[in-house]
């Protein structure tokens, strides 16, 4: 089995983050975000992936390159213009031709089981699958409803309060069959789940619904991205970095310096060459990039900060995301988010 990974957007909503990169390639916990996506595959026994790209590819082919140093095979799908989920999942069609495939929006972190999906998918011989979980507010989301054998009888599109009869939403992880390629038309923008889903449901062709109880988040906003990290570090997910980890559950790279009289609590990560000042306070679930510095008596927590950043004397930080090489010298409100290279 192969699998795609759509990783075309532009991530408009993560802005500023994504001004300069890809919000596929924006950094989880010292990696890059795709590394767990391609960890989960594996988990999988998948090792031939097709990323379907458009916005910034050559960023994402410098991370990647062909996949050798991740053990997996990788092929590029470019987008010229946005083709929508169906269409760009059809403009990877001649990578996985013949094969069943699983597909994966590019802005996912989950712990649904795709070995139980694809064994389910195969037992009730479908022709797609769609991995499902639970919303605690579903009117967020587009809902698909299920009968009792797991079959998809419906597509609700994000219902008002009364609408709601089910709580199981789209979680972005399908099974398909080749033949699903059939019901794509070629290099026309087309949305796979507004109009290709329900056309496979018009034919009564076999669609199934994998209902997930395990974790599932979005990183599609700056605080969902945020909120990810605190995630991974409570233990949700590893941490893949090459980083050492000490008995306080902090996680360190190389030539880490932090002087006498700093604090650094865990769970916390400080990647290779983090400077911490006397005085100065890492608090939990806060995540420093390459060579940041943290000035005398200043603090983080819950925050992320992107390699390079440098922060000045007492200033405190809470919930902020920071981009690459921003220099902080006065106080930011709670929950703050800077693009790259900002100076305040």
């Not at 590819?57 to 470019?78: E, F, N, S, T």
């Amino acid at each position: 089995m192969k699998a795609i990974i759509l990783v075309g957007g532009q991530g408009t909503r993560m802005r500023p983050l994504t001004n300069r990169l890809p919000k596929n390639i924006v950094p989880l916990c010292g990696v890059p975000f795709l590394t767990y996506q391609i960890e989960y595959l594996k988990s999988a026994g998948i090792k031939e992936i097709v990323f379907s790209i458009g916005y910034r590819p050559q960023d994402i082919k410098k991370v990647y390159g062909d996949g050798r140093k991740h053990g997996v095979k990788i092929h590029y799908a470019l987008e010229k213009t946005p083709l929508g989920t169906a269409g760009a999942i059809k403009n990877c069609e001649k990578f996985v031709k013949g094969s069943p495939v699983v597909v994966l929006n590019g802005d996912i972190l989950t712990a649904l089981s795709l070995t139980q999906m694809i064994r389910f998918h195969r037992k009730h011989k479908n022709l797609v699958t769609l991995g499902l979980v639970h919303a605690e507010d579903p009117t967020m989301y587009g809902l698909v409803l299920l009968n009792h054998q797991n079959r998809v009888t419906q597509f609700l599109e994000k219902p008002s309060p009364d609408k709601v009869v089910t709580d199981t939403i789209n979680a972005g992880v399908y099974v398909f069959e080749p033949e699903v390629f059939d019901f794509i038309p070629d290099v026309v923008p087309c949305s796979v789940e507004r109009v290709v889903f329900p056309d496979i449901l018009k034919a009564k062709r076999p669609m199934g619904g994998f209902v997930s109880e395990g974790y599932w988040q979005d990183i599609g906003t700056p605080y969902k991205y945020l909120t990810t990290h605190w995630d991974v570090l409570r233990g949700a997910f590893p941490v893949y970095a090459k980083l050492k980890r000490n008995s306080k559950k902090v996680y360190l790279g190389k030539g880490v310096k932090v002087a006498k009289g700093a604090v650094i609590q865990g769970p916390a990560i400080l990647e290779d060459g983090c400077v911490i000042a006397k005085g100065a306070k890492v608090l939990p679930y806060s995540v420093l990039g390459k060579k940041c510095k943290l000035g005398p008596g200043s603090s983080v927590s819950k925050s992320l900060l992107w390699d390079g950043v440098s922060v000045a004397a007492d200033i405190h930080l809470d919930e902020v995301v920071l981009g690459r090489r921003c220099k902080v010298k006065k106080p930011l409100d709670k929950g703050s988010v800077l693009g790259d290279n900002n100076s305040l």
